[in-house]
């Protein structure tokens, strides 16, 4: 430091801190060897509180306001005028201003899945994250336990051992609620509190912080769950499961039909298959009960579509192909036991689906 930098510092008698950052939550006024003059002018803003260390030991503390510092030491003209001291005022102390307003723009997550023993899943993976506020409470311990002899101190320097201490106590409060995952959803702003409560105990005495808010902006579960869930949603969408079948039947069959290359069997065996896991999930369909005979199986019919045959298919199904108007009475079928394919209304299982026959039209009368 140069003479004119040490003359100019010794002149000033206005200690303060314009605060112009969002995250520095200790600044240390800079002062040459900590001189500061008799009478010297100390000025607090709100947001802030100024504590005076001397020799090493934490002296008294400001909340805002404007203070008059005096001092027995030497006036600061004696000092200039007869440079008897070489500007080493006998009054030495440094000066922190300690910021005690709200850094709102902190977030937390977990860099790993918590695990938890859900009650509706069993064990089950989960990923949380939010946001959070952080502020000084305790100047005093602030800095004995965190900021020491730093110039500066901001909120960086500390939000790494904030989301640790945030994201274990997460743990604990997941882990001890014995809440089901679907339901966590509704308790974000319960959990939040209740998180941002244990996480103030923890860190309060210790690290003189305060954490006026946190919450939590979402819980999610492993994309394999989540899949799951979504496919049972679905299946609750459906309702009716044998009414989605004939509809299924009905859209094949017209795909079949605007598309005689392929694809029509793949769709058709699709509806196939869904109606036979539907049949399988109905009560006593995995089990006979003793003594009672299997009922016999349903015919199984097969459909001749564009000269291709699709299938097969159950009566109920061909019926819902019928009422859709894409079965009629020319169109081929077969089965088992039948030698060759026949028109659907000459078998005598489908002929009563299409009614009676219309009859042929009057003979039209002779002209006069």
């Known amino acids: 430091m140069g003479l004119f930098d040490k003359l100019r510092n010794e002149l000033i008698d206005i200690i303060e801190w314009v605060d112009d950052s969002r995250h520095t939550i200790v600044w240390r006024f800079p002062r040459y060897q900590n001189e500061i003059k008799n009478g010297a002018q100390l000025i607090v803003r709100p947001g802030q509180v100024a504590v005076m260390v001397h020799r090493g030991q934490i002296a008294d503390m400001f909340e805002p306001g404007?203070?008059?510092?005096?001092?027995?030491n030497l006036p600061l003209l004696?000092?200039?005028?007869?440079w008897k001291y070489g500007f080493n005022s006998p009054f030495r102390s440094e000066v922190y201003f300690v910021s005690t307003k709200q850094i709102t723009d902190l977030k937390w997550g977990t860099p790993n899945p918590i695990m938890l023993r859900d009650p509706e899943?069993?064990?089950?993976?989960?990923?949380?994250?939010?946001?959070?506020?952080?502020?000084?409470?305790d100047a005093k311990i602030l800095l004995k336990e965190l900021v020491g002899t730093d110039s500066e101190f901001d909120a960086d320097e500390v939000t790494e051992l904030?989301?640790?201490?945030?994201?274990?106590?997460?743990?604990?409060?997941?882990?001890?609620?014995?809440?089901?995952?679907?339901?966590?959803?509704?308790?974000?702003?319960?959990?939040g509190e209740t998180l941002r409560k244990a996480v103030q105990e923890r860190i309060d005495d210790e690290y003189g912080l305060m954490i006026p808010q946190l919450m939590i902006v979402n819980i999610s579960l492993p994309e394999a769950v989540e899949k799951a869930l979504d496919t049972r949603t679905s299946m609750g969408v459906i309702g009716d499961m044998d009414k989605y079948q004939q509809y299924q039947m009905g859209q094949a069959l017209t795909t079949a039909a605007a598309n005689p290359g392929?694809?029509?069997?793949?769709?058709?065996g699709l509806g196939l298959g869904v109606a036979m896991?539907?049949?399988m999930m109905q009560p006593g369909a995995s089990a006979g009960m003793p003594g009672v005979a299997p009922p016999a199986p349903p015919a199984a019919w097969h459909v001749a579509v564009n000269g291709q045959a699709t299938g097969p298919f159950s009566a109920e199904q061909l019926a819902a192909g019928v009422a859709a108007g894409q079965v009629n009475r020319q169109t081929l079928v077969w089965c088992a036991g039948m030698p060759n394919w026949l028109a659907a209304a000459?078998?005598?299982q489908l002929a009563a689906v299409f009614g009676p026959p219309t009859p042929p039209p009057p003979p039209a009368p002779p002209a006069p």
């Open 162 to 191: 904030l989301r640790s201490i945030i994201i274990s106590t997460l743990a604990d409060v997941l882990g001890t609620s014995n809440v089901a995952a679907l339901d966590l959803a509704s308790k974000y702003q319960q959990f």
């Open 262 to 268: 392929g694809g029509a069997s793949e769709g058709l």
């Open 346 to 348: 000459q078998v005598p």
């Open 277 to 279: 896991a539907g049949r």
């Open 66 to 72: 404007h203070y008059e510092l005096k001092t027995d």
């Open 78 to 82: 004696s000092t200039i005028a007869g």
């Open 121 to 137: 899943f069993g064990p089950i993976r989960i990923r949380a994250f939010g946001t959070y506020a952080v502020k000084a409470n």
